[in-house]
């Protein structure tokens, strides 16, 4: 009897805490939503493997502008190209900030560019981006230091001797490789054995962070701290190895710095910090420094190597197009000459389909959450402080009013009727507005050069053919995670 009196109060207690709660959201000018649940929010209703497919479906019964509870956290999600863009864009202080992501904040202890607001936020990536952009990032340096990697990765390629291979490992340390040389000042041989356990930690730190269990860290981290055991505190453990191999370099770094002729961005900042040391409001200190070099060095890493990855699997699954970019690339290159970006203007048909891999990839489909550091009026709507905000680039990757054929991997997307390149507003792969993609241009520099480098001297397949590559992601939350497979690299 006792058993039965607890669970109707807690049964009583949880429709007024539900009936009070409705209550207090009803009396703003929220978007329309899906019905929540007190605490849990709409967590139940979400395809946990694959949350945007619940975010497109909801958005056919609510609209463009919608309000989700992930857990107690309110999120509005912002569905389709028009709306994104008008958000992101058009009103871009408005949504120029971050949401609070408890997985990222322990990551990097709170500080760094990726998650921070405000003054910091502000200080950061305005010094990171003339950093990188005096490094050349987009330019000929840059592209020197990418054609120099592209030799060592179609070595490791040559000494497949065509036997299949999971293709993941060689160019993931090829294009670390790119991000290393700008931030550390140094590129690493392929079987260094640190080099190579921090990239499986940065692989594993991705898989976790797109999975069920981050999602839950990230909804209810008090509750997650208190389970002893858990994945994250595994993860958790193996970032503070890559902190440490970081703070390692910023020490060697330290010791050799020369004021007049700085070699990297960790030097770079190491002299803006003196610099600034008797400034109370710096933002140049370890910790940001630290915290700036983890976003680097994991969004450098990990996200151009599935894009590269990505675009195997796809020609394998496709050979015609494989062909048709070689074609081009013979006629315009030749197989002997080293490609350079003036290469690209003269290579439609290529530059197209890297294009069109970034859009049916479409690697961050919920985007990294956006902010409400104050109310927001949108299309009629209030955002009230302290909302999270979802620019849903799925949404926009797969806009049918932008895309003539958004399901289906087709390089016309970005060609005219006479074959030639052309841009599309809604390719957004790198999102938009005050906080797209720092690294964008290096990304399209690294995508083009080793894509065409590769196309050059191999042909690719897979031992049982095209029908047995599987595009479908083997995880589709945070970041798309791509299913291991087998290659080929045939010699031409």
Request: net charge neutral.
């Amino acid at each position: 009897m006792e058993i039965f009196s607890s669970l109707v109060l807690v049964l009583v207690l949880a429709v007024l805490i539900l009936v009070t709660w409705q209550k207090a959201a009803s009396g703003l000018s929220l978007p329309p939503g899906p019905q929540a649940l007190p605490l849990i929010g709409n967590l139940l209703m979400i395809d946990k493997h694959a949350p945007f497919k619940s975010f497109m479906k909801w958005s056919k019964t609510y609209g463009p502008v919608m309000t989700v509870y992930l857990g107690p956290q309110r999120f509005v999600v912002l569905v389709g190209y028009d709306t994104v863009k008008e958000a992101l864009v058009d009103h871009a202080e408005d949504f120029a900030d971050r949401a609070p992501f408890p997985f990222l904040e322990r990551a990097v202890k709170g500080y760094g560019l990726a998650i921070s607001n405000g003054e910091r936020w502000r200080q950061l990536r305005r010094f990171t981006l003339t950093t990188l952009r005096n490094f050349g990032m987009g330019r000929k340096r840059m592209e020197q230091w990418t054609l120099q990697e592209s030799r060592h990765m179609l070595k490791s390629f040559e000494e497949t001797k065509s036997a299949p291979v999971n293709p993941a490992p060689f160019l993931i340390r090829t294009v670390s490789n790119v991000i290393c040389s700008l931030v550390f000042g140094q590129r690493f041989e392929y079987e260094d054995k640190m080099f190579l356990h921090l990239l499986q930690i940065i692989s594993n730190i991705q898989r976790y962070a797109s999975s069920p269990s981050a999602q839950l860290f990230n909804f209810f981290p008090w509750l997650m701290e208190l389970l002893p055991g858990s994945q994250h505190t595994l993860v958790l453990s193996e970032m503070d190895e890559i902190r440490d191999f970081i703070m390692s370099k910023i020490k060697e770094h330290e010791q050799d710095l020369d004021f007049t002729d700085p070699k990297d961005f960790i030097d770079c900042f190491l002299i803006k910090l003196k610099q600034e040391k008797d400034d109370p409001d710096t933002e140049f200190h370890k910790n940001n420094l630290m915290g700036t070099v983890v976003n680097l060095f994991f969004a450098g890493t990990e996200t151009t190597s599935t894009t590269i990855n990505y675009s195997l699997m796809l020609l394998i699954k496709y050979p015609h197009i494989q062909e048709q970019m070689q074609k081009e690339i013979d006629r315009v290159i030749g197989r002997d000459r080293i490609p350079t970006m003036e290469d690209r203007k003269s290579l439609p048909f290529t530059d197209a389909v890297i294009h069109e891999v970034q859009r049916y990839l479409d690697i961050v489909p919920l985007n990294i959450p956006h902010y409400a550091t104050h109310d927001i009026s949108f299309r009629g709507y209030v955002i009230p402080k302290g909302t999270g905000i979802i620019p849903l680039l799925h949404s926009v990757l797969r806009d049918e009013e932008q895309w003539e054929k958004p399901w289906t991997f087709n390089p016309e997307h970005f060609l005219d009727a006479s074959g030639n390149f052309k841009k599309s507003p809604a390719f957004l792969p790198f999102s938009a507005g005050k906080r797209s993609c720092v690294g964008e241009s290096l990304a399209r520099m690294e995508l083009f050069l080793f894509i065409v480098s590769l196309l050059q001297k191999f042909s690719f397949s897979c031992p049982n053919g095209p029908e047995d590559i599987d595009l479908s992601p083997e995880l589709s939350s945070f970041a798309i995670l791509l299913r291991p497979y087998q290659l080929i690299a045939s010699p031409r």
